[in-house]
Structures are given as structure tokens and as C-alpha cells.
């Protein structure tokens, strides 16, 4: 009896939360919000990047690459945030994924695994505001 109350208990929490599984929820409670950083590029002196995630699921992204003559990009498309990781869905089909670290995200390989080498510790986003 008392299993059953508190998985009833839990499965309202989890459909009021937006989750589809306990596994994969379109809106972490509340990890949306504005996230910036300088990450490294291999011909610019690195992309300042604004990434932001909003509660409906979907994100915009703004990439500028310093010093370089038409080096602004813009991406849109929806995320998902399936456990410690937000995977985001380009409207092009391309996915990029960002492990969520402490008001953080840290910028994954293409296969969602941690980029390692010399520069691994300069893709990070800060939490620069929370969600509007």
C-alpha cells in the first residue's frame, strides 16, 4: 500500500515537471536559464558562446569567433535533458551535448563523451542568468 502511494506520488511529480521517464525530463526543475563562455577554436582566438535554454524545451545559441570577419552564428532548435546531460537538437539535425556541472555546462564530444587534452577545462558555460 505504501509503495503504491509513493510511486503515485512520484509519477505526479514527474508529469508535473514535464518528464516523459524517469530517465529523460524535456525541463530539468529548474536548469534553464542564459549560459556564457569563451570555448576554444582552432582558428580564432576562441567562440564566445551565449546559450540559452528555455522552459518550452527549445534553445538558442549565439557563437562569435574573436577576430574573425563574419564570424557570427546562430543556432535554434530543441533540448532535452536526459540525466546529468543536456542534448541539444539543431534544427539542421546536428546534436550537441553539455554535461551539467554546478551552475555550469561542460561542452561534450559529438558522441556526448568529455573532450580530454591540453584545452579540456576551457569548455565550460557559466550560468550567467536564470530562465525569463
Known amino acids: 500500500m505504501l509503495k503504491s502511494k509513493l510511486l503515485a ?3 505526479t511529480v514527474l508529469i508535473m515537471a514535464g518528464c516523459t521517464s524517469f530517465g529523460e525530463c524535456p525541463l530539468s526543475a529548474s536548469y534553464c536559464g542564459t549560459f556564457e563562455g569563451t570555448l576554444p577554436a582552432a582558428d580564432a582566438a576562441g567562440i564566445k558562446t551565449t546559450l540559452r535554454l528555455n522552459r518550452d524545451s527549445s534553445f538558442s545559441e549565439r557563437s562569435v569567433y574573436i577576430g574573425k570577419p563574419d564570424g557570427v552564428f546562430y543556432e535554434k532548435g530543441t533540448y ?6 543536456v542534448e541539444l537538437h539543431l ?9 551539467i556541472e554546478n551552475n555550469q555546462l561542460r561542452r561534450l564530444d559529438m558522441q556526448g563523451q568529455p573532450i580530454t587534452g591540453a584545452l579540456a577545462d576551457n569548455y565550460v558555460l557559466i550560468r550567467t542568468a536564470p530562465c525569463r
Open 9 to 11: 506520488a512520484v509519477s
Open 80 to 85: 532535452k535533458i536526459v540525466g546529468n546531460v
Open 91 to 99: 534544427n539542421g539535425g546536428e546534436r550537441n551535448y553539455y554535461r
